[in-house]
């Protein structure tokens, strides 16, 4: 089982930057894909930003550009560092795992294993 706990959202203002981390008991066996994923106030959740074991990166394009995604050399944290931050922003954040090397964060259901979520908030 795979557990993923997530850590690093609060209240921030607009403009402002804030870093999400992920800490999983163990990856899935590889290869595996990690995902950032979100869910605003009356909103469907979102795919925000994946890492394949491979290396390779997703984005949305809402967050291209003022997110990355990426792991300690150790692999031992996911995160998800987040700049320019904007109201529209606002929403739970959830870390995500997937034992595939497919890698799109375009549906969240494909994802088995979920954080508990952090919430992110962000005031103009």
């Known amino acids: 089982q795979v557990q993923l706990v997530e850590s690093g959202g609060g209240p921030v203002q607009a403009g402002g930057s804030l870093t999400l981390s992920c800490v999983p008991s163990r990856y899935p066996n590889s290869p595996y894909c990690m995902g950032w994923f979100r869910q605003g106030p009356g909103k469907e959740r979102e795919g925000v930003a994946s890492?394949?074991?491979?290396?390779?990166?997703t984005y949305a394009d809402s967050v291209k550009g003022r997110f990355t995604i990426s792991q300690d050399n150790a692999k031992n944290t996911v995160f998800l560092q987040m700049n320019s931050l904007k109201p529209e922003d606002i929403a739970m954040y959830y870390c995500?795992?997937?034992?595939?090397?497919?890698?799109?964060?375009?549906?969240?259901?494909?994802?088995?294993?979920w954080g508990q979520g952090t919430q992110v908030t962000v005031s103009s």
């Open positions: 995500a795992a997937r034992r595939s090397s497919y890698c799109s964060i375009a549906g969240p259901a494909d994802f088995g294993y």
């Open positions: 890492l394949a074991s491979t290396g390779s990166t």
